[in-house]
C-alpha cells in the first residue's frame, strides 16, 4: 500500500510540476513581443529523499521557483548608453533647427547678405552721387542688419522652445520616479515571502530604462532589493519608496533651471551637473552652442557697427553733413540701420572731405575696404572669414551630434540584440519546451493511471 500511494504521489508531484513548467512556458510566449520582458523558467528539482526499504530515495519532483533569465551588467550597460543616445539625439534635433538658420543653400543667408553690402559700397564709389546706388545701399545695409536679428531672434526662439522642452522633460522624470518607487514597494512586498516578483523587475528595469533616455542617472540595487537612484552628482531621486521630485525655475537669464529639493526642502540648481539623456543634451545645445553662436552674431554685428560707423562718422554726406552713424544698436539682437539715414539717403557719407562732395568717393572705398581687413577675432580674420567661420561651425556641430546619435544608435541595437540573445523570448526554444513538458505531462498522467488501477486490483483481491 505505501509503494503504491508512493507512485500516485510521485506521479502526482510530476504531473503538477509539468502542468506549472507549460504554464510558464506558455507566459514566455504569450510576451514575445512584449518590450523588456525576461524569459522565465521554472526550476526543478528532485523532491526531498526520504528512507525506504530500498534506501534514501526521492518520491516525486518539487519547484525552487520561477527564475527570471537576466544578466544585470547587460541592464547597467543598456541604461548608460540610453542615456547618451537621449543627449545625442536632444542635440541633433535641436542643431537641425539651428542648421536651417544659417541655411545658405536657399539663395540668401549670412554670407550673401555681407557680399550685397560690400558690392552697394563699391558700386557707390563709382557714382557716389547716384540715387540709385544710395538707395541700394540703404536696402542691403536694411538686409544685413534684418538677416543678423532674424538668425539672433530664431536663435532666441530655438533656446525657448529648449526651456519648455527641459519642463516637459522633468515632469516625465518625475512620472518615471514615481513609477520606480511604486514598483519598488511592490517587489519588496512580494519578495518579503521569498517568491521572486519577476514581472515587476522587468517593468522597473524598462522604466529606469526610459528614465535614463531622458536625464542621466545612477542605479544600484541595495539587499531589499529595491533600486536606489540618484541624479546630478548623487543626490538622490529614489530610494525604497520614497522620492524626491525635480522642479524648474526661470533664472536671472531667462531660462529654465533644473532644481532639486533637498532634505531640508530647499532648491539645489543642478542645470550644471546634467550631463546626459535628452534633458542634458537640451541644455548643452542652449548653454554651451547655441549661446556660443549668438556671441558670434553679436561679435560680427558689434564688429560692423564700430568699423563701419568710425569711417561713416568721419565722411560727408551729399548735403555736407558728418558724423551720422550708418548702424545702431547694442549687437545682432536689435541691429539696424539708423532711421535718419533711411528717411534722407543724401546723409550716406561717400566723400571722405567736404570740399570733395558730391563726386569724391574716397570714404566709400574706405569702406569698402573693410571687406579684406583683419578686424575681426583679435585682428586675424575678415568680416567675411568670421560669418563662413560661424556657417561652417554650425554644419560641423550638425554632423559630429549626428554621427554620435548615430553611433549610439548602432549601440543599442547591439546591446539590445544581445540581451534578447540572454533573456529574450525564442519561439523554436519554447515549442521544443511545450512538446516536452507536455510528453512529460502524459507520462505522468499514464503513471497515475497504472497506479490507479493496480490500487483497484489489490482491493478487489481484499473484498
Not at 519532483?61 to 543627449?87: C, K
Not at 552721387?129 to 536696402?139: D, I, N, Q
Not at 502524459?442 to 488501477?453: E, F, G, L, R, T
Request: aromatic fraction near 6%.
Amino acid at each position: 500500500m505505501t509503494h503504491l500511494f508512493g507512485v500516485l504521489s510521485t506521479g502526482a508531484s510530476a504531473l503538477l510540476m509539468q502542468q506549472r513548467a507549460i504554464n510558464v512556458t506558455g507566459n514566455n510566449i504569450a510576451n514575445v513581443n512584449t518590450p523588456g520582458y525576461s524569459r522565465q523558467k521554472l526550476n526543478l528539482e528532485t523532491a526531498t529523499p526520504v528512507q525506504s526499504s530500498l534506501g534514501l530515495m526521492s518520491f516525486g519532483v518539487t519547484s525552487t521557483g520561477i527564475e527570471r533569465v537576466y544578466d544585470r551588467f547587460i541592464g547597467v550597460q543598456l541604461t548608460t548608453e540610453n542615456a547618451n543616445l537621449g543627449r545625442w539625439e536632444a542635440q541633433r534635433s535641436m542643431l537641425d533647427r539651428v542648421e536651417v538658420v544659417f541655411d545658405e543653400s536657399g539663395g540668401y543667408g549670412l554670407n550673401q547678405a555681407l557680399s550685397d553690402f560690400w558690392s552697394a559700397w563699391q558700386n557707390l564709389s563709382l557714382n557716389p552721387e547716384g540715387g540709385t546706388e544710395r538707395a541700394m545701399l540703404a536696402s542691403t545695409s536694411q538686409g544685413l542688419a534684418d538677416t543678423l536679428r532674424g538668425q539672433y531672434a530664431d536663435l532666441e526662439q530655438i533656446r525657448e522652445d529648449i526651456d519648455r522642452a527641459v519642463e516637459n522633460g522633468v515632469e516625465t522624470v518625475n512620472r518615471l520616479v514615481a513609477q520606480i518607487a511604486d514598483l519598488n514597494r511592490k517587489i519588496a512586498s512580494t519578495e518579503v515571502s521569498g517568491t521572486n516578483a519577476n514581472d515587476y523587475r522587468d517593468r522597473r528595469d524598462l522604466v529606469l530604462k526610459q528614465l535614463a533616455e531622458v536625464i542621466d542617472v545612477r542605479s544600484y540595487e541595495n539587499a531589499d532589493g529595491q533600486v536606489v537612484v540618484s541624479v546630478a552628482g548623487g543626490r538622490p531621486l529614489v530610494e525604497s519608496g520614497n522620492t524626491w521630485k525635480l522642479q524648474t525655475m526661470t533664472n536671472a537669464d531667462g531660462r529654465t533651471d533644473v532644481l532639486w529639493p533637498d532634505l531640508n526642502g530647499a532648491a539645489v540648481v543642478v542645470t550644471g551637473e546634467i550631463s546626459g539623456g535628452n534633458i542634458g543634451g537640451w541644455l548643452q545645445t542652449r548653454d554651451v552652442q547655441i549661446a556660443g553662436y549668438q556671441d558670434q552674431l553679436d561679435a560680427l554685428a558689434q564688429g560692423l557697427r564700430d568699423q563701419i560707423n568710425s569711417i561713416h562718422a568721419a565722411g560727408y554726406g551729399l548735403d555736407g553733413t558728418t558724423g551720422t552713424a550708418l548702424l545702431i544698436g547694442t549687437g545682432a539682437a536689435d541691429l539696424q540701420v539708423n532711421s535718419a539715414v533711411l528717411g534722407d539717403f543724401d546723409l550716406i557719407a561717400a566723400s571722405a572731405t567736404a570740399a570733395g562732395v558730391p563726386g569724391n568717393a574716397d570714404n566709400a572705398l574706405a569702406i569698402y575696404d573693410l571687406r579684406t581687413a583683419l578686424t575681426m577675432s583679435g585682428g586675424t580674420a575678415t568680416f567675411d572669414s568670421a560669418a563662413n567661420t560661424l556657417v561652417s561651425q554650425v554644419g560641423y556641430d550638425v554632423q559630429t551630434a549626428a554621427a554620435n546619435a548615430g553611433h549610439q544608435a548602432d549601440m543599442m541595437t547591439y546591446l539590445e540584440n544581445y540581451r534578447e540573445s540572454v533573456s529574450g523570448v525564442s519561439l523554436d526554444e519554447e515549442m521544443v519546451n511545450l512538446v516536452k513538458f507536455e510528453a512529460a505531462y502524459n507520462a505522468a498522467a499514464k503513471m497515475i493511471s497504472m497506479a490507479d488501477d493496480m490500487l483497484n486490483q489489490l482491493m478487489s483481491m481484499i473484498r
